[in-house]
């Protein structure tokens, strides 16, 4: 089972940037995908997650900002991410899971995104 993120790097503040995950090894249609972030020194938060059908769900700091998207044929999800903010630098990690009853089954390596001028 693999998770590869994709995409991060440096961007000024307000700008945009597109992270990919793209995952091998288990039935990622059947999978409820989630983008999560960790800050230096903070613990790591859920940033955004679609369901089987592709329903989107955002934590407050991010709605009208961030997309979430899927696509099944090529096992991946996307993050856009627009009007960034210094706030939004962390390490942005995908996971997946079979319900939202249980922690993630599996987890990326992560990719560092830094929104600095």
């Known amino acids: 089972v693999q998770l590869v993120e994709s995409g991060g790097g440096l961007v000024q503040p307000g700008g945009s940037l597109g992270l990919s995950c793209t995952a091998s090894g288990f039935t990622f249609s059947a999978y409820i995908m989630s983008w999560f972030r960790q800050a230096p020194g903070k613990e790591r938060e859920l940033v955004a997650s679609?369901?089987?059908?592709?329903?989107?769900y955002y934590v407050d700091s991010v709605k009208g900002r961030f997309t979430i998207s899927r696509d099944n044929a090529k096992n991946t999800v996307f993050l856009l991410m627009n009007s960034l903010k210094p706030e939004d630098t962390a390490v942005y990690y995908c996971?997946?899971?079979?319900?939202?009853?249980?922690?993630?089954?599996?987890w990326g390596k992560g990719t560092l995104v830094t929104v600095s001028s």
């Open positions: 679609t369901s089987v059908g592709g329903s989107p």
């Open positions: 996971g997946a899971r079979p319900t939202y009853y249980r922690g993630m089954d599996y």
